[in-house]
């Protein structure tokens, strides 16, 4: 690929519009395409040329990039009302960023490779701040060839593409990623209410935390809004009950034990039962809390 290749992309939300906008940056003409006038006026700002419908926006683009919220977006836009296998020139390469279901992603497969389509599952690892700043990481499956021929393009935007295999192993890693980002999520919760009833100071237990053997680069990046009782969202707790439901109906159809998964979802229904879906996943302290008595603390 060079920067005269054309690059397509479908859905500019939260991740998909800064991914977008730094292939763009990086010199690439990028045709845009999004449902919300908002979103395409947002990316007309950054140099991607908006367009009003699919089919002229995926035009002339041998690589196409679709960022969506869930199965029934992915199958609409691909498969169904949107059609946009259809649209697609044999030999194009779909790049799916998405985290979906491994069932939605195989129809999706068989049907782009009926037409030719060369299919990459690229879930992303990371939130908007890392998709600005190109530091998202790739988990790929799907041909070999369309992701080394995907690659440079893909580079302006993630730090890393790792290749899992030819089929469904991307979507499988992107479960399991989340998974243990839901699981890590309540046990802060649990710790800090914890040290909290033991009187230990919030931010200097933040700060013990970060500094600690269970210091992860997700702990490090909380430790702040933590700090502040700051739970803007940059991945909500819908969302999170979202790909927890896929966990489970991953883990169920192949026979997996996953306990923590099914916990861990009936802390993210609390949550949104009590009004705290918009808010980021981490806000699981909240739920915590709750349930141990400990008055919420004031945001800075």
């Excluded at 003409?29 to 699919?54: C, K, N, W, Y």
């Excluded at 059609?83 to 782009?112: C, F, H, N």
Aim: hydrophobic share 45%.
């Amino acid at each position: 690929m060079t920067t005269t290749t054309k690059v397509a992309w479908v859905g500019l939300g939260k991740l998909g519009l800064p991914m977008a906008t730094r292939i763009a940056a990086a010199g690439y003409p990028v045709q845009g395409f999004d449902l919300s006038a908002e979103r395409m006026a947002l990316a007309e700002q950054v140099g991607i040329t908006a367009h009003d419908d699919l089919a002229s926006a995926v035009e002339g683009c041998r690589l196409v990039f679709v960022s969506i919220p869930d199965d029934r977006a992915l199958l609409g836009l691909t498969l169904e009302s949107g059609q946009l296998l259809a649209k697609l020139a044999p030999g194009s390469v779909l790049v799916e960023t998405s985290t979906v279901s491994i069932e939605a992603s195989a129809r999706v497969a068989a049907a782009a490779e009926e037409r030719g389509i060369a299919y990459l599952r690229s879930p992303v690892s990371g939130n908007p701040v890392a998709a600005e700043s190109g530091t998202l990481s790739a988990m790929v499956s799907g041909p070999r060839e369309a992701l080394d021929e995907a690659v440079p393009v893909m580079a302006t935007f993630t730090k890393a593409q790792y290749w899992l295999g030819d089929e469904e192993q991307a979507r499988y890693a992107k479960l399991a990623i989340n998974l243990m980002i839901a699981v890590s999520a309540g046990m802060m919760g649990e710790a800090l209410a914890m040290a909290r009833k033991g009187n230990i100071g919030w931010e200097a237990m933040l700060d013990l935390m970060a500094d600690s053997a269970v210091g992860s680069p997700m702990v490090k990046y909380k430790t702040q809004p933590l700090k502040d009782r700051d739970f803007t969202s940059t991945f909500s707790a819908a969302q999170m009950a979202k790909d927890l439901d896929l966990i489970l109906g991953c883990a169920h159809g192949d026979g997996v034990a996953v306990p923590l998964a099914a916990q861990m979802r009936e802390a993210y229904s609390s949550l949104i039962g009590t009004g705290h879906g918009e808010d980021d996943y981490i806000a699981t302290i909240h739920h915590t809390e709750r349930l141990s008595g400990l008055p919420a603390i004031e945001r800075k």
